[in-house]
């Protein structure tokens, strides 16, 4: 068995992460003293995949907190909000980096609440318990999102039946995540329980998400996998091999609209034409119930040298127009289920996210 794969992690006082750029070529480990470090990983995609970005941002929060200078309590909430905003500015999409950094700030607030209510405490043991009171949040927040990937492959593999040919697109796995993955983690855990799969991994362009990551993560494992070009899904379905789809999501609106990586939609109204199941798999932290449709989830845009460049090669003139968007939104209507932490969510969707979203 191969050993588990560590996204991001916290150890002896530093942010962990493997520089995910660099895949499948290098498998190189970060060890960052710096919040400003962890902040610009993620924009850049050395850790990218919207549960690893909010695993990272709560780290990175808490390391920001820790590198401190701050000689007083309000002078370090001063720090922190400075440090909050330093994350909430990394990505528009993933509905994951807000919650964890909602997560964070309520952390903190409870925690200088309670420095604030002991007298007798110093002002050194104030801060020390709130940063403390921080690391310990974050590290909680990481080692549950792998057990909320491992719930969400229990629940997922229900779906899947040996034989199964099972297309994905992006990247949904443990480099996704703090570890073990949503979209992947249902493929592992399916493979896990013996059923004998086979993975249509798309190459995910413009990054190459999927060749470079998912593919790597199943070859790893030794998990039947073949990598087509996006354009190729299509055609597969006409011929019949393949019985069912399951990608992840970045942000997920009440409605059940689900934004995920560029590409998506054009494989979910494939799905619908060959009439195979296309599911979604996510943890609660990426669905916004306060956002009513997916015509309001922010979609980043990227720089145009991630269409016109490839791993270095230039693929188009200079001088050409480009337009890079990040993510697409797949409407409710083409999603065949949602599995997440909590089980598998159906249609209705106006009514079942909700009442998901509540329970
Ligand atoms: O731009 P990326 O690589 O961060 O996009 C990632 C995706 O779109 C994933 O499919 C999504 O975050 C789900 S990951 C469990």
Not at 134 to 155: F, P, V
Not at 272 to 299: C, E, M, N, Q
Request: aromatic residues 8%; positive net charge.
């Amino acid at each position: 068995m191969t050993s588990p794969i560590r996204t991001v992690y916290w150890e002896n006082d530093t942010v962990v992460f493997i520089d995910q750029r660099l895949l499948p070529g290098v498998e190189t480990y970060v060890i960052s003293r710096d919040y400003r470090q962890v902040a610009a990983a993620i924009k850049d995609l050395s850790i990218r995949g919207a549960p690893a970005i909010g695993v990272a941002a709560a780290l990175g929060i808490a390391l920001g907190a820790h590198q401190s200078q701050a000689a007083s309590v309000t002078a370090l909430k001063t720090d922190f909000e400075i440090i909050c905003t330093t994350f909430s500015q990394t990505r528009p999409t993933a509905r994951n980096l807000f919650w964890a950094i909602e997560g964070m700030k309520k952390c903190f607030c409870e925690a200088y609440a309670a420095s604030q209510s002991q007298t007798d405490r110093d002002w050194k043991q104030a801060l020390n318990y709130l940063k403390q009171s921080l690391i310990t949040e974050a590290c909680r927040i990481c080692a549950e999102d792998i057990a909320i990937n491992r719930q969400i492959g229990a629940y997922g593999s229900s779906l899947i039946t040996a034989g199964d040919n099972i297309l994905t697109h992006c990247n949904a796995g443990a480099l996704a995540t703090a570890g073990y993955g949503t979209a992947l983690g249902v493929i592992r855990a399916a493979w896990e329980a013996g059923k004998r799969i086979h993975v249509y991994v798309d190459e995910t362009r413009p990054v190459l998400q999927g060749a470079r990551l998912t593919a790597w993560e199943l070859v790893r494992e030794g998990i039947p996998a073949t990598l087509i070009t996006d354009n190729m899904a299509g055609f597969l379905m006409k011929q019949g091999r393949i019985q069912k789809i399951i990608v992840g999501a970045d942000r997920i609106a009440a409605n059940g609209d689900a934004a995920n990586k560029i590409g998506t939609y054009s494989v979910a109204v494939l799905a619908k034409a060959h009439k195979i199941p296309f599911y979604v798999a996510a943890p609660l932290s990426t669905f916004d119930g306060a956002i009513k449709t997916g015509r309001d989830i922010p979609i980043e845009e990227r720089d145009p040298e991630e269409v016109t460049c490839c791993q270095g090669a230039i693929l188009a003139p200079r001088g050409i127009r480009v337009y890079n968007p990040a993510f697409d939104v797949t409407p409710q209507s083409y999603i065949t289920a949602f599995v997440t932490e909590k089980g598998l969510i159906y249609p209705p969707f106006r009514k079942t996210v909700p009442l998901l979203l509540h329970s």
